[in-house]
């Protein structure tokens, strides 16, 4: 049952950022931009975190449960550092993920044949 959920709860994410990107004048990265906000907000306000659980990956999985990973970072972060952590928690709960993007971008240019867009 974990695995239609969450098949369910992704697809649902994805629909919405499809439909913004068909019916809207907004671009794939302030659509994305746009999720992760969206995940913060949420996860802020405490709504994110009980909804993640139940649905489990399809709700951490997209970038809306990247931006409730930043927030929890924070709140841990600023819980034991004080003002700091607001500084040092989204970076040190986000790092794998950031790190892995890095990676896999490098990676892929070894092997990506850019090309110049036609003017």
């Known amino acids: 049952m974990i695995f239609i959920k969450a098949f369910i709860v992704g697809g649902l994410i994805c629909v919405v950022g499809q439909l913004l990107i ?6 794939p990265g302030r659509i994305l931009v746009s999720f992760v906000i969206i995940g913060v907000v949420l996860g802020a306000i405490g709504v994110y975190e009980p909804f993640a659980e139940w649905a ?6 997209p ?4 931006g409730n990973l930043l927030v929890q970072g924070t709140k841990k972060a600023i819980a034991e ?3 700091l952590g607001a500084v040092t928690g989204p ?3 986000g790092a794998a993920g950031i790190m892995t993007a890095m990676l896999s971008g490098i990676i892929v240019s070894f092997f990506a044949k850019p090309k110049a ?3």
């Open 81 to 83: 550092q004080g003002l």
């Open 91 to 93: 970076l040190t709960s």
């Open 117 to 119: 867009p036609k003017v």
């Open 63 to 66: 970038l809306t449960g990247f």
């Open 22 to 27: 068909d019916f809207t004048k907004l671009t």
């Open 56 to 61: 489990g990956a399809g709700a951490s999985v």
